[in-house]
């Protein structure tokens, strides 16, 4: 399946949970804010990059371009129909959830799109080397928390702390599911923390728990592993509250947009040359 391919599956609301779907390409996650609000969500991304490492953003007002426009090669994307499922705010509270933007899109001079990288696009890595993520091999959404590692502040955004994503591996894996990750920096990179104890530094109270997506089934041995999530602008969001004016649109977690980057550009990313 290509990227396209699978953006049409969801602007046809016939996935949800977006982990494993288009193989070797790179996954986005989402915030959309008024244009007035883009500078200081922007701030936040370059002081906050292992929880916000920003691909891509949309000019104001068209939900069908982003830059760098490598991120999205086809002229068949609209940034309000090609995530499977979206969230709405309203004054740092989420008010709903819609297969699509149309309806609540109104002011189509304001709003500015920016694509989050995310964890998912380091999943085929895994899997290659042996090390399929417990959540793919049951069909479940990955099991996401809050923790209480601060994020930077910038403009209004102030107060928020990360998201983390987390899947089960064994204490003599977890080095090689480092090496595996850490070079993915664009989206996310290697663990934040991993074990019990790791769990408890970052106010973790009960994994099997999750705050976002759904529990993880445990085999015998296994300890939790935690990386940063790009559910974290989606906290900001909320710790800002009524300063925002106006709607803001956001992903369903593990509800993805498949972008046309490859694993490979990621380097090229990296270097600048994207």
């Known amino acids: 399946m290509t990227a396209h391919e699978a953006r049409l599956l969801s602007r046809q609301n016939c996935i949800t949970n977006t982990s494993g ?7 986005a996650n989402l915030l959309i804010l008024p244009s007035k609000y883009a500078r200081h969500f922007h701030d936040l991304c370059l002081r906050n990059p292992v929880s916000c490492p920003l691909l891509g ?3 104001p007002g068209d939900p069908h371009s982003v830059r760098p426009s490598s991120c999205i090669q086809t ?8 995530f499977p499922m979206y969230r709405v705010y309203s004054k740092g509270k989420c008010i709903g959830r819609q297969r699509d933007l149309y309806s609540v899109w109104t002011d189509t001079d304001d709003y500015v ?3 989050i990288g995310c964890s998912f696009s380091f999943e085929d890595a895994l899997a290659e080397a042996g090390l399929q993520p417990r959540h793919q091999k049951t069909g479940t959404v990955v099991a996401m928390y809050r923790s209480n590692i601060p994020l930077l502040p910038a403009g209004v955004f102030t107060g928020a702390r990360c998201i983390v994503s987390m899947r089960p591996y064994k204490p003599e894996d977890v080095e090689r599911v480092r090496d595996v990750t850490r070079p993915y920096l664009s989206t996310h990179g290697e663990p934040v923390a991993w074990g019990w104890d790791g ?3 970052l106010g973790i109270e009960n994994v099997h728990r999750p705050d976002f997506g759904e529990p993880q089934v445990f085999e015998e041995g296994e300890i939790p592993v935690f990386w940063a999530c790009g559910v974290t602008p989606q906290m ?3 710790s800002a509250g009524e300063k925002i004016d106006g709607l803001v649109f956001a992903h369903e977690p593990g509800n993805m947009l498949v972008t046309d980057w490859t694993t490979d550009d990621l380097w090229r990313l990296r270097e600048g040359t994207i």
């Open 57 to 59: 953003i949309t000019p």
């Open 75 to 82: 002229q068949d994307f609209d940034i309000r129909s090609d």
């Open 21 to 27: 779907l288009a193989p070797g390409y790179l996954q």
């Open 236 to 238: 900001a969001v909320e």
């Open 199 to 201: 769990a408890k530094k």
């Open 113 to 115: 799109g920016f694509l």
